[in-house]
């Protein structure tokens, strides 16, 4: 039996399904996002879906036009600052990808709806206007629910602890997620802004030090067998020029586990934590 495809259909609905699957990979990712920037990569998502009109395809084949749409979407519909950040979204946005096709598959060997076809890794239903407007509500009415009782809110501050190491010692503090936060060494690494008392206590010297002005604070730490330098950053909306070292390692505590990080730049800001309940900042790209 011959399936009739009606195109406005087959990418109204591949629209909303892959808005849901970028939410979902923003969601994971904590990745900024805007809703403009979401719907132009669902959009597309839902044209790239007139692929299931093309003669059936191999697995690599499939695989490669999946992979390339994931690069697309990724690129359309996130503003990501760093290749690691970015191919950590597009290896997410895939694995939803592969979560939905699971679903689909199970759905059509358990019941075998005639309403659903499937071709080239994309899904068509045939369900018709209604269908598509009572389909859109439902996605509707499960993105608030998620956003409201499962997906972390991003708008809600994220702090964490986090244990620095260097020298054979180590300290802990509290750390607050900064999204405006996008520093790196110029080498390359992670960077944690820390407060100088977190600092001082960390490398054992007095946190008055990094009160003093830039060209002392290098030569003093320099006595004690620290190599220090300067970095540009920006925390908390605010550009600043701060002395920095590196630590042996960092453990960040999550909602997800432990991450690690390997020779992290530990910059200093002195007197910019009073009051508040942290006395660290890491960057988006830490957490991932």
Known sequence: MTQIVFVDVLIVLNTVVTFIMLLTT??????????GRMVLGAITGGLFSLVLLAPQMSAPYIFLTKSAMAVALVGISFKIQSIKRFFICIALFLGVNLFYAGVMYGIDCLFAPSFISTKNGFSYFNIGSVGIIVLCCTVYAVVRILKKYVLPDSRKPRIYNVTLFYDGKSTQTKALLDTGNSVTDMCGGDVIIVDAAVASELIGCDEKIFSLSGGEILPILG??????????????????????????????????????????????????????????????????
């Open 26 to 35: 923003a969601s994971l990712t904590g990745v900024k996002n805007s809703t």
């Open 223 to 288: 006595e004690r067998g620290i190599y220090a330098r300067f970095i540009p950053v920006k925390m908390l909306g605010t550009g600043k020029v701060l002395a920095a070292f590196t630590a042996e390692k960092a453990v960040i505590e999550t909602e997800t586990g432990s991450s690690f990080l390997k020779k992290p730049c530990i910059a200093v800001a002195e007197g910019c934590f009073d009051e508040l309940n942290y006395d660290a900042l890491l960057a988006q790209s830490v957490i991932i």
